[in-house]
């Protein structure tokens, strides 16, 4: 063994041990050996950052920015949240919510597919009282197995292409993955929808501040436009009730009270005054979009580029808004700040939210420009609550993100563009057709993943142009020399699940990748189906809540503990080890 390999491979090991541990954050473990293997000259300093500027970080970014705005366009939700609410129970739900969770984790990233649907499902068993533990794993679950039919499914399809272009001149395609990531989709569902039952069915999950924030109920108002009164809709039809908001008021086009009968007909130029919590608000004008949240005049920013932001804030005792209302301080007209919303515990409001006069100690929904913002609070005394994203006022775009994702979908499938240009491309354009804010589409990127995968890049490549890539490829197939070939394969998935949980799938794919490669050459077998094994085993972690974003995602809300996975889990690893190995030899033959 060299200098050189036994370096490459004592950071390895240094990492790894330091990610079994636990101790410290997997990002910033990659960093430091980053550094390390750059004071020692492991990695040349014009090659150390590198692993940031690869099609994989480009890839998983651009490919969470579209996912957070397929996300906040609520096409999802509008497609199938009305018959899914209709699940009653358990034995429906599970087999449902978890096999539609899988179907989107094949068009979006899993984590994101799984975020879009947790509150679905959460809001299901609260209305049914489903236990929360009983749907959320098996919806994670499915998300992972979802995630491995396209190539930007899950991070590791993504590395275990780049491998393949380095190690064997040319990429997998977009749908490479497809054959056997169907299968297992396929026959995991069949699994989830009978060994759900295995899960604690008692137990709650637990509220988090976002959580016990978002209980707060306000009041705010919704335009009728003149679609929606042409179209003969009465206050029934809106089935306000469904989303969990109260009328209090309905008003006439020309600002005076009308009786709010079940049946009564709404007049263009009228308006809602509305109470909901914001959530439910925003399903309501998600669900009809002909109904406009609380119209506002059109403010000039005050420098160019500043994004508009709608914060929460409680109003104080001496706060000059307090006996006031909004149209008597000048709100909009002194501060240029619009009032979206009005919270208040123990009252109902029913007067128009410019002619409500202000309490000590309600909590005011304001928009404005954000750099504007601190100035208005200090301004008029008002005490900001803690970071937390509020969707009134909020526009969002329903059609155009799932079109932006179409056509980069296509591109990438018609071979007109590469994965990396089209998704970054879709990430941009997520931004100019307004479906995100920049502040949400930086937001939206998970920089401890990023940061991971850069650094963690060239050290796997020190490792391969040294020469230890061959040596743990010599190791294993003196040890793998004489078995079955599909039992090898088997063995190679099994080594990927089992290390993923421990070291993160993408570091697993990293150091495994190069391997798996190397041991097919050395049996005279077909690298494609090792390179198969690697990213199916290291993106099928189901034993624990640590090894993806997504099992993480779910255990909070779910109130699993760590022991809960492996009830789930191993019959599912079981599953995909058996499956798995016969799929690839069938699609991928040895």
Same mark, same amino acid.
């Given at each position: *063994?060299?200098?050189?390999?036994?370096?490459?491979? +004592?950071?390895?090991?240094?990492?790894?041990?330091?990610?079994?541990?636990?101790?410290?954050?997997?990002?910033?473990?990659?960093?430091?050996?980053?550094?390390?293997? *750059?004071?020692?000259?492991?990695?040349?300093?014009?090659?150390?950052?590198?692993?940031?500027?690869?099609?994989? &970080?480009?890839? &998983?970014?651009?490919?969470?920015?579209?996912?957070?705005?397929?996300?906040?366009?609520? &096409?999802?939700?509008?497609?199938?949240?009305?018959?899914?609410?209709?699940?009653?129970?358990?034995?429906?739900?599970?087999?449902?919510?978890?096999? /539609?969770?899988?179907?989107?984790?094949?068009? /979006?990233?899993?984590?994101?597919?799984?975020?879009?649907?947790?509150?679905?499902? =959460?809001?299901?068993?609260?209305?049914?009282?489903?236990?929360? #533990?009983?749907?959320?794993?098996?919806?994670?679950?499915?998300?992972?197995?979802?995630?491995?039919? /396209?190539?930007?499914?899950?991070?590791?399809?993504?590395?275990?292409?780049?491998?393949?272009?380095?190690?064997?001149?040319?990429?997998?395609?977009?749908?490479?993955?497809?054959?056997?990531?169907?299968?297992?989709?396929?026959?995991?569902?069949?699994?989830?929808?009978?060994?759900?039952?295995?899960?604690?069915?008692?137990?709650?999950?637990?509220?988090?501040?976002?959580?016990?924030?978002?209980?707060?109920?306000?009041?705010?108002?919704?335009?009728?436009?003149?679609?929606?009164?042409?179209?003969?809709?009465?206050? #029934?039809?809106?089935?306000?009730?469904?989303?969990?908001?109260?009328?209090?008021? $309905?008003?006439?086009?020309?600002?005076? +009270?009308?009786?709010?009968? !079940?049946?009564?007909? =709404?007049?263009?130029?009228?308006? $809602?005054?509305?109470?909901?919590?914001?959530?439910?608000?925003?399903?309501?004008?998600?669900?009809?979009?002909?109904?406009?949240?609380?119209?506002?005049?059109?403010?000039?920013?005050?420098?160019?580029?500043?994004?508009?932001?709608?914060?929460?804030?409680?109003?104080?005792?001496?706060?000059?808004?307090?006996?006031?209302?909004?149209?008597?301080?000048?709100?909009?007209?002194?501060?240029?700040?619009?009032? *979206?919303?009005?919270?208040?515990?123990?009252?109902?409001?029913?007067?128009?939210?410019?002619?409500?006069?202000?309490?000590?100690?309600?909590?005011?929904?304001?928009?404005?420009?954000?750099?504007?913002?601190?100035?208005?609070? /200090?301004?008029?005394?008002? %005490?900001?609550?803690?970071?937390?994203?509020?969707?009134?006022?909020?526009?969002?775009?329903?059609?155009?993100?799932?079109?932006?994702?179409?056509?980069?979908?296509?591109?990438?499938?018609?071979?007109?563009? !590469?994965?990396?240009?089209?998704?970054?491309?879709?990430?941009?354009?997520?931004?100019?057709?307004?479906?995100?804010?920049?502040?949400?589409?930086?937001? +939206?990127?998970?920089?401890?993943?990023?940061?991971?995968?850069?650094?963690?890049?060239?050290?796997?490549?020190?490792?391969?142009?040294?020469?230890?890539?061959?040596?743990?490829?010599?190791?294993?197939?003196?040890?793998?020399?004489? *078995?079955?070939?599909?039992?090898?394969?088997?063995?190679?998935?099994?080594?990927?699940?089992?290390?993923?949980?421990?070291?993160?799938?993408?570091?697993?794919?990293?150091?495994?990748?190069?391997?798996?490669?190397?041991?097919?050459?050395?049996?005279? %077998?077909?690298?494609?189906?090792? %390179?198969?094994?690697?990213?199916?085993?290291?993106?099928?972690?189901?034993?624990?809540?640590?090894?993806?974003?997504?099992?993480?995602?779910?255990?909070?809300?779910?109130?699993?503990?760590?022991?809960?996975?492996?009830?789930?889990?191993?019959?599912?690893?079981?599953?995909?080890?058996?499956?798995?190995?016969?799929?690839?030899?069938?699609?991928? !033959?040895?």
């Amino acid at each position: *063994m060299t200098y050189a390999q036994g370096l490459s491979f +004592a950071l390895l090991l240094g990492a790894i041990a330091m990610f079994v541990w636990g101790r410290f954050r997997y990002d910033l473990v990659a960093l430091v050996v980053l550094v390390i293997a *750059m004071a020692t000259g492991d990695v040349p300093v014009k090659q150390a950052f590198t692993g940031f500027t690869s099609d994989v &970080v480009i890839i &998983v970014g651009s490919a969470l920015v579209v996912s957070a705005a397929i996300a906040r366009s609520g &096409v999802i939700e509008w497609a199938v949240g009305p018959w899914l609410e209709r699940l009653r129970t358990a034995q429906v739900q599970v087999p449902v919510l978890a096999g /539609t969770t899988a179907i989107l984790s094949m068009l /979006t990233k899993n984590v994101g597919a799984l975020a879009i649907l947790m509150p679905v499902a =959460l809001r299901i068993g609260r209305k049914t009282g489903t236990s929360p #533990a009983s749907l959320l794993m098996p919806m994670a679950f499915m998300s992972l197995l979802g995630g491995l039919v /396209t190539l930007v499914g899950t991070s590791t399809n993504i590395i275990v292409s780049q491998i393949r272009q380095q190690e064997l001149g040319r990429p997998f395609a977009l749908f490479d993955f497809a054959p056997v990531g169907l299968v297992l989709t396929a026959l995991g569902l069949l699994t989830v929808s009978v060994a759900w039952r295995l899960l604690p069915s008692k137990r709650q999950g637990a509220a988090g501040l976002d959580t016990a924030s978002a209980q707060t109920r306000y009041t705010t108002e919704a335009r009728i436009t003149p679609e929606l009164a042409e179209s003969g809709v009465t206050i #029934a039809d809106l089935r306000l009730n469904d989303e969990g908001v109260m009328l209090r008021r $309905l008003i006439g086009p020309d600002g005076a +009270a009308r009786p709010a009968l !079940p049946d009564a007909a =709404l007049q263009a130029g009228g308006c $809602l005054v509305l109470e909901g919590q914001d959530e439910a608000l925003d399903r309501l004008f998600a669900r009809v979009p002909q109904l406009h949240g609380r119209e506002t005049r059109r403010m000039s920013k005050p420098e160019p580029g500043e994004e508009m932001r709608s914060i929460e804030a409680v109003v104080q005792e001496h706060s000059l808004l307090v006996g006031q209302t909004a149209q008597e301080v000048g709100l909009y007209d002194r501060f240029g700040v619009h009032l *979206m919303g009005i919270g208040r515990s123990q009252e109902r409001i029913t007067e128009r939210l410019d002619e409500t006069a202000l309490r000590a100690g309600d909590v005011l929904v304001l928009r404005a420009g954000e750099r504007a913002l601190p100035a208005i609070l /200090t301004d008029l005394d008002l %005490l900001p609550l803690f970071e937390r994203h509020v969707k009134l006022g909020d526009r969002r775009q329903r059609f155009l993100p799932i079109i932006v994702l179409a056509c980069a979908m296509v591109m990438v499938a018609c071979g007109v563009a !590469p994965v990396a240009g089209a998704f970054f491309g879709a990430a941009v354009m997520m931004m100019v057709v307004g479906a995100l804010s920049p502040r949400e589409a930086y937001g +939206a990127l998970e920089p401890e993943v990023l940061v991971l995968l850069g650094a963690l890049t060239p050290i796997s490549e020190a490792v391969h142009h040294s020469g230890g890539t061959e040596i743990i490829a010599h190791v294993m197939t003196g040890l793998l020399d004489g *078995m079955a070939p599909i039992l090898a394969l088997g063995l190679m998935m099994a080594a990927a699940m089992v290390c993923s949980p421990f070291l993160h799938n993408a570091p697993t794919v990293l150091l495994l990748g190069p391997v798996a490669v190397g041991v097919a050459r050395g049996l005279h %077998l077909n690298p494609d189906a090792f %390179l198969m094994a690697v990213a199916t085993g290291a993106g099928s972690d189901f034993l624990t809540p640590v090894g993806h974003q997504c099992n993480t995602l779910v255990m909070g809300p779910g109130g699993y503990r760590f022991g809960d996975y492996w009830r789930l889990g191993l019959p599912l690893s079981i599953m995909v080890i058996v499956a798995g190995t016969l799929a690839i030899d069938l699609f991928w !033959p040895l």
